[in-house]
């Protein structure tokens, strides 16, 4: 087979090359400017539709430095001065293979074949020192690379750019070496590069790779959340994960992670793909991850989420995290943090230290006696529920009025009433007309419902259809509540106060348990373990509250942790204004509002002292906390199983 390719463009790639051509030097044209080329002459409505996200040159190097590249590298320190070892590194690289299953304008194989070139004329002076060549054939071929992209013109582009990126490092060897035995012409032929949904092809009819194969797998896929997806990429996902149940749940990029464990399953091949840290927090992980393990494969390095910059068009604000994946165990895995890393044993789905153990939704408290509970849903039409502006309607039975407080008016410092009537109750509150035309709407929503549990509770309207209320009070924590706050405003109501739905309900609790939930240690599991609802915390009983790990708290302890969220609720009244002026939104990309400063360091108070009950000494950081609350859910879990 030649090695040499004829190229054939569309009629729209190949004028806009021509037209670019005039206008530029192509030895000067940087591949991860002429990505965002690309993303200027995608339409909007497109890359909104794709998900597209591009890669700027440093992140690349993120993902493929300790794919491949840093091994690479230190193979070549070691093989310095021996010509063996030298011309073994350099079969060693001739053979590798890389795909980019979502290749976008190609950025990814355009810099990994940019760097395993350089890489290459640092062996080739290494071995001119040796027997004084000065001849260099250079072995890394085009035809190595290979790359899946949704996108005709997408694909046109990647060809166009390997090209560019091959001349550049022909005449990058020639500025180094002189005389070399290659010429940019004839072009050489690249390796497959498919126009086709990534989802739908089989990925070893592109790149066939056998057990032993050194194939790399890399890119930035699509992340589209799971309520932006059309009809298709559903589908896409019910093919990739068929007959797996709750799969609607997962980003789109789920299905690349899950290609591709199985596509290196049993071999030496490597992955690792830039993704919105999304899959890594709440119900994803445990749908997700378990069935990666299944395929014998493990996280061999990550970076922890990082807000995600580039050089596009319009910079796609999000935070991400990389993860690298392998079916070959290894005691050394990277788990980076900004530019840092640390050696670690296993990198958990959370990506921290810890297990591979995902946290599952529990029924009962795992780790406390007291049990959370929804707050009291009405399902009434809008008769149960009264408005501010409607209560003097109801001032002669009052009586039978309660201050109805859910997670928006609470955290608004507001509230609303409704009608509440006890057993026993029933004949007097019906006295009032105001009240009985209340009870028939109720009466009448539930009768007419499709719900049969609702039309059961049609024989007794007078009731919510939870009716669950403290002796002496209760917990109210919000089910949704901004993740730009540092901590979810929590606090307490008085018997005489209903919780609505939309907030969650300790009843009857030491007060010590409030301190604990209001802890960084418990917003670090909220955050990772709960996930989020659009740019929300999303707080649930079965899967935070219920599987969140305490451990045995002394007496003094809890007579600490008392006193200090009994200041910080103090603190609150003291400085007026609502929750949500309190506590802001400090962590805002845009617009952040600081948080009240006399709180937010009595907060820290309270974390100092919750922090020492976890561990004698100080946590370096929040993977260390997070990696000791997983471990702790892990023993708890199997200790019980």
């Not at 290196?264 to 890594?280: D, E, L, P």
């Not at 201050?403 to 009433?417: L, T």
């Not at 709180?599 to 000494?617: F, G, I, N, P, Q």
Request: charged residues 30%.
């Amino acid at each position: 087979m030649s090695r040499y390719a004829l190229v054939v463009f569309s009629k729209k790639s190949r004028n806009l090359i021509i037209e670019a051509g005039e206008l530029i030097g192509w030895d000067k044209v940087n591949p991860d400017i002429l990505g965002s080329m690309l993303q200027a002459v995608a339409s909007e409505d497109k890359r909104s539709h794709l998900g597209m996200h591009y890669t700027s040159v440093p992140n690349i190097m993120k993902v493929i430095n300790p794919l491949f590249l840093d091994d690479l590298h230190e193979e070549f320190e070691k093989a310095k001065g021996n010509e063996t070892k030298l011309n073994n590194l350099l079969e060693r690289m001739r053979k590798m293979k890389f795909m980019d299953p979502a290749c976008g304008s190609g950025n990814f194989l355009i810099i990994t074949y940019k760097e395993l070139r350089r890489l290459e004329m640092d062996i080739f002076e290494e071995l001119g020192k040796i027997n004084n060549s000065t001849m260099y054939v250079p072995t890394i071929d085009l035809g190595q690379f290979y790359g899946i992209e949704i996108e005709d013109f997408a694909v046109d582009v990647t060809r166009l750019s390997l090209y560019i990126a091959d001349h550049q490092m022909n005449l990058e060897l020639k500025r180094r070496y002189g005389d070399y035995l290659r010429e940019t012409l004839p072009l050489h032929k690249v390796g497959d590069i498919r126009c086709g949904n990534a989802l739908r092809l089989d990925w070893n009819e592109i790149l066939p790779h056998e057990k032993d194969d050194e194939v790399y797998l890399f890119g930035n896929p699509p992340y589209l959340g799971a309520k932006r997806q059309n009809k298709e990429q559903k589908e896409d996902k019910e093919i990739i994960f068929s007959g797996m149940k709750g799969i609607k749940i997962l980003d789109y990029i789920s299905g690349w992670f899950m290609l591709g464990a199985r596509y290196i399953s049993g071999t030496k091949g490597k992955i690792s793909f830039v993704t919105t840290n999304s899959i890594c927090q709440g119900e994803q992980v445990g749908k997700l991850w378990p069935e990666i393990f299944n395929k014998g494969i493990r996280i061999d390095f990550a970076y922890t989420p990082f807000k995600w910059k580039n050089n596009a068009k319009n910079n796609a604000g999000v935070v991400v995290a990389i993860i690298g994946l392998s079916s070959i165990e290894k005691d050394d895995k990277k788990l980076f943090t900004d530019n840092t890393y640390e050696i670690v044993k296993n990198i958990s789905p959370y990506l921290t230290d810890a297990t591979n153990e995902t946290v599952k939704s529990a029924y009962n408290p795992l780790f406390i006696n007291y049990k959370m509970n929804i707050g009291n849903m009405p399902n009434d039409g809008n008769g149960l529920v009264v408005e501010k502006e409607d209560y003097e309607k109801f001032a002669d039975c009052s009586q039978f009025l309660r201050k109805y407080v859910g997670a928006k008016e609470f955290i608004n410092s507001d509230y609303r009433y409704c009608i509440w009537i006890e057993d026993g109750q029933k004949k007097e509150a019906e006295n009032y007309p105001q009240i009985r035309e209340r009870i028939q709407i109720t009466k009448k929503h539930r009768e007419n419902s499709k719900d049969v549990g609702a039309r059961k509770l049609a024989k007794v309207p007078w009731k919510f259809r939870d009716t669950r209320s403290p002796k002496k009070n209760a917990f109210i924590i919000p089910r949704v509540s901004s993740e730009n706050r540092i901590y979810v405003p929590m606090g307490m109501a008085d018997k005489s106060t209903v919780i609505s739905d939309s907030a969650m309900a300790i009843y009857d609790a030491p007060l010590w348990l409030l301190g604990l939930l209001e802890s960084r240690m418990h917003m670090l599991w909220l955050k990772n373990i709960g996930g989020t609802l659009g740019t929300s915390f999303r707080y649930s009983a079965g899967l935070v509250y219920n599987t969140f790990p305490v451990p045995e708290l002394s007496t003094r302890r809890k007579n600490e942790i008392e006193e200090l969220i009994g200041n910080i609720l103090d603190i609150r009244e003291e400085e007026g204004g609502t929750l949500a002026e309190l506590y802001g939104s400090p962590l805002a990309a845009k617009n952040p509002k600081p948080m009240n400063s006399r709180l937010l360091e009595a907060h820290k108070e309270l974390d100092k002292v919750v922090d020492r009950a976890y561990k004698s000494t100080d946590f370096k950081d929040d993977n260390e906390r997070l990696a000791l609350l997983l471990n702790m859910y892990s023993e708890m879990v199997n200790k019980k199983g």
